[in-house]
Nanobody, 125 residues
Framework: VQLQASGGGLVRTGDSLSLACSAS????????MGWFSQSPGRERELVAT????????LYADSVKGRFTISRDNAKNTVYLQMNSLKPEDTAVYYC???????????????????WGQGTLVTVSS
């Protein structure tokens, strides 16, 4: 499956931003989806994941209550709504897909076999 992320940009503290990741090539509804972030010098980190039906989500503690992951299987797209952004949210955000991960590993970036190109989110103070 090919993933194309979009929606990054430069915003101010407290602003909102919405990311989208469109998928193509294989039936989207068969894939567990995730958003991960990576800052310079740091390992890729979990932001949020969502299961195939959209009925189950997982969030990093740092974004709970501020970010919302969702998906539209009819549009082959997964979204990340980011509210109340903070400077520490600054990172490149990647969408990822897995058709075979084990449930307990869904928060581990190494469990995902497909990756988008990343979109930069910069939050100024």
């Amino acid at each position: 499956v090919q993933l194309q992320a979009s929606g990054g940009g430069l915003v101010r503290t407290g602003d909102s931003l919405s990311l989208a990741c469109s998928a193509s090539g294989r039936p989207f509804g068969r894939f567990f989806m995730g958003w991960f972030s990576q800052s310079p010098g740091r390992e890729r980190e979990l932001v949020a994941t969502i299961n195939m039906s959209g009925g189950h989500t997982l969030y990093a503690d740092s974004v709970k209550g501020r970010f919302t992951i969702s998906r539209d299987n009819a549009k082959n797209t997964v979204y990340l709504q980011m509210n109340s952004l903070k400077p520490e949210d600054t990172a490149v955000y990647y969408c990822a897909a897995s058709g075979r991960l084990i449930w307990s590993t869904r928060g581990d970036h190494k469990a995902y076999e497909y990756w988008g190109q990343g979109t930069l989110v910069t939050v100024s103070s």
